[in-house]
């Protein structure tokens, strides 16, 4: 996406949950080196360069340091993660407060293309990330109308389990690889990698 990219309309909000507790990473994997740059970064930029302005990230308590040097971003504390990936929805959607489309991605998935947040904007409707098999996930994005039903997410299932319940489309990336989610370190050496490549 070029830095000549149209901006969204401030009504479309785009929020990156950043809480988790990276327990099967062993450590700080959003300040992990992925590429030539910290794995959180990638997911920053992408958002970036796909127009958004209404930008959020979900934080744990203290670990406002990872934004340090950001702009452009509003940065809300989500003070009990430990209850799963839904309390960090809940966050989100009340952060968002009047937006009429919010779309949900995750900062430690490094690959994820400005091109494919931007479509997901744009989309009509709730439209859910397709991954393997044909399993919806994240990135996702949602109307106004879907709100409620995000607020009242519980325990670690993420937004995806909205799939079975609420009328959906599905949005595949333009390629698979851009789906990797840094959740191991042996994730991480293969995100790196494949980022290299692109540089290459």
Known sequence: MSTSTPLLDP?????????????????????AECGGKR????ALEAAEKAGFVTRTIVLPVGKESLMTSVSGWQV???????E?????????????????????????????????????ALADGTVFT???????????????????QLS??????????????IDHTMLSPAD????????TPAALAEASDLLGALKR
Do not use: C, Y
């Not at 794995?39 to 990638?42: A, M, N, P, R, S």
């Not at 809300?76 to 430990?82: I, L, M, S, T, Y």
């Not at 009047?98 to 779309?103: D, G, K």
């Open 130 to 148: 397709e991954h393997s098999a044909g399993r919806a996930g994240v990135p996702a994005a949602f109307p106004r109308g879907a709100f409620r």
């Open 11 to 31: 009504g479309i909000a785009l929020v990156l949950l950043a809480a988790g507790s990276a327990r099967r990473f062993g450590g700080d994997k959003l300040s």
């Open 152 to 165: 009242e997410l519980k325990g670690d299932r993420g937004a995806a389990i909205l799939a079975g319940t």
């Open 39 to 42: 794995v959180i970064e990638w």
């Open 76 to 82: 809300v504390e989500n003070p009990a993660p430990d």
């Open 84 to 120: 799963g990936l839904a309390s960090s929805i809940r966050v989100a959607v009340k952060a968002v407060g009047t937006a009429q489309r919010l779309v949900i991605a995750l900062a430690d998935m490094p690959l994820v293309a400005p091109s494919h947040l931007r479509a997901l």
């Open 176 to 183: 698979p690889s851009n789906l990797i989610d840094v959740d």
